[in-house]
């Protein structure tokens, strides 16, 4: 499988994916914390891919997505945005909302 298609298969098979720095118990940057705070706060499971550790996706990725930062949340397949996205979304309540139509209560 090509690295596009890993990615595709990574979106697809995750209602809620981030992509970060690290990973949300130790994040390496203070995007990809602010965004694992934000998600965290949801109180719904995610899944994520720590960049660092996989550089054929953090290069590919931007490709894939046409945005070229991370970190970035994906949710029921669509690009939700960045950090400051995510952040605003969250304190406007926005982000319980998308996370919550997407994942199933537990």
């Known amino acids: ?3 596009m298609d890993t990615i595709k ?3 697809q098979s995750n209602p809620v994916i981030l992509y970060m720095k690290g990973s949300p118990d130790q994040p ?3 995007f990809s914390a602010r965004a694992t705070e934000a998600l ?3 109180g719904k499971r995610f899944a994520y891919v720590d960049i660092l550790s996989n550089p054929d996706i953090r290069s590919n990725l931007p490709k894939y997505a046409n945005w070229p930062t991370f970190p970035q949340l994906w949710v029921a397949g669509e690009l939700v945005g960045g950090c400051d996205i995510i952040a605003e ?3 406007n309540g926005e982000l319980q909302e998308v996370i919550d139509s997407a994942v ?3």
Do not use: T
């Open 104 to 106: 199933p209560a537990e």
């Open 1 to 3: 499988m090509d690295i």
């Open 28 to 30: 390496q940057c203070g």
């Open 9 to 11: 298969d990574q979106i």
């Open 40 to 42: 965290m706060g949801c």
């Open 89 to 91: 979304m969250f304190e």
